[in-house]
């Protein structure tokens, strides 16, 4: 049995944290300043972790290494699972002929690339992470931008910063069921909290977006649409959150956005257009059918052909369109009619789950107690990877697709991400050595010794969570007794502090590796996650400080009387 002990370095939280920061410090220096590939990078600051585990914090050899299984395994089941099986359902859907439809939809809506970036990476984006989560969105929408014309990596950048606002009620509000018995605080309360919180994200990460895709001319011209698609967001997943229900705050809030965009649309354009740059659109994923075996399939042909008779952008029948966004409309019943909790589907499902003691990993935390993240749960009849896979069965349906060719389309998919599996399974050991030693509870003990400043410190303790581990949800287990009991120290509101873990810690999703290597393979950019960080991290650390300054406000007379429970 391993106990874990906080302040190993001569009793000093402060000297402990420089040790227990060490991994961190290795993980992001490799990655963003040294540009190693993010497998090499997560391997090398993994054996950091390890080292600083057993040698710092007297971790057993054995516990050590059984934290860092533990945690590989849940790297590949459940996130793992869910992107390989998300993106197979893209690839489907590109083999097939019918993400060509889906491209002409979206570029008679508008062909312009900013509008494209807010509807498809933003709304529809939201709308993936309310039913799914765990980087599906980053791994679908990178891939319909780059079959959009986009750069692959101003694609998978766009997608990165894009998936924040919805993060916190990602996966049917995944990340506040977990924290709100953990922090001992009612669900809806905490929900309505994030609710004040998080929509001002909402606000401005569209005109971001625009900004990213065309810079402050793109500002300039597409303003309206990131302001209107940001609002009508903004507002759906407040009024949900706060007076519906928070499982559903970001499926209304990412349709509202979306809807509100539509219609603008309807009476304006952007006035200068920016659209598929020369040489047209890249092939949208590695792997994909030859010219030749397009070729071999007229329909297929058929589909794929931009132009129509008279030479202007080709005009599908109704038909076609059903049947192009027909896994996506099965995405959506299927995991409605599984999340919901108060559909009987749910119940049924959540009882094929077996929840387990790892093999051999005995640890109890600081206060003698058996540390949640000891436990493994498989659930794997509900799991977002395996309803994931029943959409792909269904749409090999509606697309027509045979058992060979959907094999053969997971294969491919399988061979394109064999780096970001690796990736994410030794990131997430790196979580869980970090976590189970006592390394990550020890940086967060000592920054919650900062008193009353802690306001400011919160948001940040959620956003490093995101970073190390990729989810809002584990960031949310990981802290969020820590954020309550630091509130209650410090005289703040334990609501507040808990509901600021989860808001700060979307902000640390666009720089986790897991997420960096899912969107660097969705877009054939495999082994240049440093590339994209270097693109994306002053958004998230522009992002984290404006959600630092809405939280210390929350905490003082400015803004209080916006805390639930007030």
């Known amino acids: 049995m391993y106990k874990q002990v906080l302040d190993p370095v001569g009793n000093s939280l402060f000297l402990s944290t420089l040790f227990a920061a060490l991994p961190l410090v290795t993980l992001f220096v490799l990655l963003g300043g040294l540009r190693l590939k993010a ?92 039913l799914a989560g765990f980087g599906t969105p980053v791994a679908i929408c990178s891939v319909m931008l780059i079959g959009l014309g986009f750069q692959p990596a101003k694609a998978a950048a766009v997608a990165l910063v894009a998936n924040t606002a919805p993060v916190a009620f990602g996966a049917i509000a995944v990340p506040i069921t977990t924290l709100a018995p953990l922090a001992n605080l009612p669900k809806d309360d905490l929900g309505a909290m994030v609710g004040r919180q998080t929509p001002f994200l909402a606000l401005v990460v569209p005109l971001i977006l625009v900004g990213m895709v065309d810079g402050r001319r793109g500002i300039k011209a597409a303003w309206p649409a990131a302001i209107v698609g940001g609002l009508a967001f903004a507002l759906g997943q407040f009024l949900c959150s706060n007076y519906l229900s928070v499982e559903l705050a970001d499926v209304v809030a990412s349709l509202a956005g979306a809807g509100a965009i539509i219609a603008l649309l309807q009476f304006w354009q952007p006035g200068d257009i920016v659209g598929v740059p020369a040489g047209g659109p890249r092939p949208a994923m590695a792997g994909g059918e030859s010219g030749v075996d397009q070729q071999r399939f007229e329909k297929e042909a058929h589909l794929r052909a931009d132009a129509g008779p008279d030479g202007d952008l080709k005009r599908d029948t109704p038909g076609e369109i059903i049947t192009a966004f027909s ?127 802690f306001a400011l410190l919160s948001p940040i303790l959620g956003w490093l969570g995101v970073a190390v581990t990729g989810s809002d949800t584990s960031s949310n287990a990981l802290f969020g007794a820590l954020q309550v009991s630091a509130a209650q120290k410090a005289d703040l509101s334990p609501m507040l502090m808990a509901a600021a873990n989860s808001s700060g810690g979307v902000l640390g999703k666009m720089i986790s590796p897991q997420n960096l290597a899912i969107g660097a393979a969705a877009v054939g950019m495999g082994g240049r996650e440093g590339d994209l960080f270097r693109m994306v991290v002053k958004w998230s650390l522009i992002l984290l400080a404006a959600m630092v300054v809405i939280v210390y406000l929350q905490s003082t007379s400015v803004l209080s009387w916006m805390v639930v429970g007030s």
């Open 327 to 453: 896994p996506y409309i099965i995405l959506i019943a299927v995991f409605a009619l599984a999340q919901i909790h108060w559909l009987p589907f749910f119940d049924w499902l959540d009882a094929r789950t077996k929840t387990f003691d790892w093999p051999g990993l005995h640890v109890l935390n600081a206060k003698g107690k058996e540390p949640t993240a000891v436990l493994f749960k498989f659930n794997w009849a509900n799991a977002a990877g395996t309803l994931l896979l029943i959409c792909g069965l269904l749409s090999m349906i509606t697309l027509r697709v045979n058992a060979r060719r959907a094999i053969a389309a997971y294969v491919a998919t399988l061979n394109q991400l064999k780096f970001a599996i690796l990736t994410v399974a030794t990131v997430l050991a790196l979580a869980y050595v970090m976590n189970l030693s006592g390394q990550t509870i020890t940086i967060g003990n000592w920054l919650a010794g900062a008193g009353a400043a």
């Open 39 to 130: 497998h090499v990078a997560a391997l090398w600051s993994l054996l950091v972790a390890i080292l600083v585990a057993i040698i710092v914090y007297s971790m057993p050899v054995g516990q050590t290494l059984d934290a860092g299984a533990e945690g590989a395994a849940f790297g590949l089941f459940p996130i793992m699972w869910i992107v390989v099986n998300a993106i197979w359902i893209y690839t489907l859907l590109e083999r097939s002929g019918y993400f060509a439809v889906i491209k002409r939809s979206f570029g008679r809506l508008s062909d312009d690339q900013r509008v494209q970036a807010v509807l498809i990476a933003f709304c529809f984006g939201a709308l993936l992470e309310a």
